[in-house]
């Protein structure tokens, strides 16, 4: 298939595991959860609570009803975020956000009347916690971070964030695309009240799945409304969860993917997966570095960042470099914004954007070797 790095986007390829539990879902139970008393449906709420234990486990969640399943992390942000903020309510978040969060936080800013305050991140590095704690007011409402950039892989620094938000009060929406899965995340060490994540990046399972964790104290309003499959004579969306936010038929064939594939990672563990790509960045940090021309951003340690690095070749159009490496070499990538213009106008690159990469469990120091012979090929032909 080539080599794939783009991981940073999708995790590809999945464990074998994740393809036959989902045929195994198809062939074997193949019908909804939640809607019926007869053999197959409830083998199927069975999958779907097996589930919510896994990730449970994978991020210290002792009460899983209170994870919901949805679509993706974007998914899930919309949720916290227009569940919970109201009219002119205060929000604290950085210039390294995803685009997930930052239109919704627009959208509320125009429609509710939101007022937004923004962290810097120089040169796309981590914001100062001393900045936050300067930042936060009387009204604030929430925080709202991710847990490491998908431009340049920056982690923030979630830990200090999160005890100086519970000392103020003030809730702490985690954005984990980037480390569910490839990160150890404890939320409960880590203070984070409300935990968006998505299954088919780090945590290797399919696409159109996702979650959220929405703590005892923290109260949203649904995004959807719907059928529960229970208490149907309610015209109003029920109050316990998970059914008030999983209105309709859920991605069981995703969720029986899911499961599969929080299974593999508790029994690898993320911390030696966390290891694995901390080997690949510093090889990759180190083999990129001596390539000529290559300008090279964010933070220059592996310990500083995920497994995900963005750079420019020279004066050749990131697009340029992408489109050579996968028709040549066979190697993909991704090049643009990384839907993160905030994060670009950063580091300075929002007016041409950077070719990224991002590695992954299943990538071997013998793909970012080729990765850099190829640059080095196509920098030395562009002189």
Known sequence: MGIYLDNAATSCPKPEAVLHEMENFFKKIGVSS??????????????????????GRLFNIEDVSRLIFTSNVTESINLAL???????????????????????????????????TVLPCPG??????????????????LVVLNHASNVTGTLMPVKEAGEICRERKVPLLLDTAQTAGVYPLDLREMKVDLLAFTGHKGIMGPTGTGG???????????????????DSLLEHQPSHLPDRYEAGTPNLMGIAGLKAAADFLLKEGVGKIREHELELTRYALRELKNIPGLNLYGPQTAEERVAVLN??????????????????????????????????????????????IGMGYFNQKEDILQLCSALKEII????
């Open 34 to 55: 939640g809607r019926g008393a007869y053999r197959k449906a409830l083998q199927a709420d069975e999958m779907v609570f097996e589930t919510r234990k896994l990730l």
């Open 380 to 383: 030395g032909q562009s002189l």
């Open 212 to 230: 959220l964790y929405i703590a005892p104290e923290i109260q949203l309003e649904p995004l959807k409304e719907g059928g529960t499959g229970g």
């Open 82 to 116: 227009k569940g919970f903020l109201e009219e002119g309510d205060h929000v604290v978040t950085t210039h390294m956000e995803h685009n997930a969060v930052w239109r919704p936080l627009k959208v509320l800013e125009n429609k509710r009347g939101i007022e937004i």
């Open 124 to 141: 796309g590095k981590a914001f100062d916690p001393k900045m936050l704690e300067k930042a936060l007011e009387r009204d604030t409402r």
């Open 311 to 356: 750079f420019n070749l020279g004066s050749i159009p990131p697009e340029e470099v992408a489109y050579v490496l996968d028709e040549v070499y066979g190697i993909m990538v991704r090049s643009g914004l990384h839907c993160a213009p905030q994060a670009h106008r950063c580091q300075g690159t929002v007016d041409t954007g950077t070719v990224r």
